[in-house]
């Protein structure tokens, strides 16, 4: 590993970096602050997730009913505005974002994530994307962009990530937790870390810290 860039370094030319982890594992905050360090943009492949179930709880269609679910898509299609600050997403003029992180939608987005027709949808929208940029979810290091520069893996135990939830959610700890951890369960087929990705448990770090610690690890480039 080279000496890592000073901060605010831009990153240019065909580099990536790669952020995936467990639900509430801190991954956009920490994508977040990494992006801003790096003067690149970040995206959150949860959102597109979120944003497909969302408008199928909406249109009433069944969550593990792909081919309605696609044709849904296509006829409203969303756009993720990689905003430095945090992503946006667009169904045409309306703006979901707000809406992408209730509880329903937490309940019924790995149904739709489980769907291949979905991920493939999901995927090929990350891979048109310009780089550089830091991308964040559970599959970018190992299906998405295999060819990362560098790629990390978060993790924290389930109750301290239930904790760091519970402040932006209605419900209380326990349930958070119970949630979290049955989220992860169905997810756990496109939740493998990368072979060779740095796991870091953000348990004991600041967000801060977590920040801190990718920076340091990311190979040096030319500014
Ligand atoms: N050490 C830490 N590492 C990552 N996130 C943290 C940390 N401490 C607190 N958080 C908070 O945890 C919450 C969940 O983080 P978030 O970025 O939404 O995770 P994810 O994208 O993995 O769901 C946020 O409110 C974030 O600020
Ligand atoms: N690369 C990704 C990103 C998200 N997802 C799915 O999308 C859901 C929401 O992802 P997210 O990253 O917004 O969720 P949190 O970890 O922020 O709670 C996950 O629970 C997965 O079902 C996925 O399958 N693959």
Same mark, same amino acid.
């Given at each position: 590993?080279?000496?890592?860039?000073?901060?605010?370094?831009?990153?240019?030319?065909? &580099?990536?970096?790669?952020?995936?982890?467990?639900?509430?594992?801190?991954?956009?905050?920490? +994508?977040?602050?990494?992006a801003?360090? !790096?003067?690149?943009?970040? &995206?959150?492949?949860? #959102?597109?997730?979120?944003?497909?179930?969302?408008?199928?709880?909406?249109?009433?269609? $069944?969550?593990?009913?792909?081919?309605? *679910? #696609?044709?849904? *898509?296509?006829a409203?299609? !969303?756009?993720?505005?990689? *905003?430095?600050?945090?992503?946006r997403?667009?169904?045409?003029?309306?703006?979901?974002? %707000?809406?992408?992180?209730s509880?329903?939608?937490?309940?019924?987005?790995?149904?739709? +994530?489980?769907?291949?027709?979905?991920?493939?949808?999901?995927?090929?929208? #990350?891979?048109?994307? $310009?780089?550089?940029?830091?991308?964040?979810g559970? %599959?970018?290091?190992?299906?998405v962009?295999?060819? +990362?520069?560098?790629?990390?893996? *978060?993790?924290?135990?389930?109750?301290?990530?239930?904790?760091?939830?519970?402040?932006e959610?209605?419900? %209380?700890?326990?349930?958070?937790e119970?949630?979290? /951890?049955?989220?992860?369960?169905?997810?756990?087929?496109?939740?493998?870390?990368?072979? %060779?990705?740095?796991?870091?448990?953000?348990?004991? #770090?600041?967000?801060?810290?977590? /920040?801190?610690? /990718?920076? +340091?690890?990311? $190979?040096a480039?030319?500014?």
């Open positions: 590993m080279r000496a890592a860039p000073p901060h605010g370094t831009l990153y240019t030319g065909r &580099v990536i970096v790669t952020i995936d982890g467990v639900a509430a594992s801190g991954k956009s905050s920490v +994508a977040s602050g990494v801003r360090a !790096l003067g690149v943009p970040y &995206v959150s492949s949860g #959102l597109l997730y979120r944003a497909a179930t969302l408008l199928a709880l909406e249109a009433g269609a $069944p969550l593990e009913g792909a081919r309605a *679910l #696609l044709t849904h *898509l296509r409203h299609p !969303l756009r993720l505005e990689a *905003l430095p600050g945090g992503n997403l667009w169904a045409g003029e309306r703006e979901l974002t %707000d809406e992408l992180h509880t329903r939608v937490d309940q019924g987005v790995s149904a739709v +994530a489980a769907l291949p027709e979905v991920r493939a949808w999901v995927d090929a929208q #990350l891979r048109a994307l $310009p780089e550089p940029f830091v991308a964040e559970r %599959d970018m290091g190992t299906n962009f295999p060819h +990362a520069d560098a790629k990390f893996y *978060l993790t924290a135990s389930p109750r301290v990530r239930a904790e760091r939830r519970a402040q959610r209605p419900e %209380d700890v326990p349930a958070i119970a949630a979290l /951890i049955e989220r992860d369960r169905r997810d756990r087929v496109q939740s493998a870390p990368a072979p %060779d990705a740095r796991v870091i448990d953000t348990g004991p #770090l600041s967000l801060e810290g977590v /920040i801190g610690t /990718i920076l +340091a690890a990311l $190979p480039r030319s500014a």
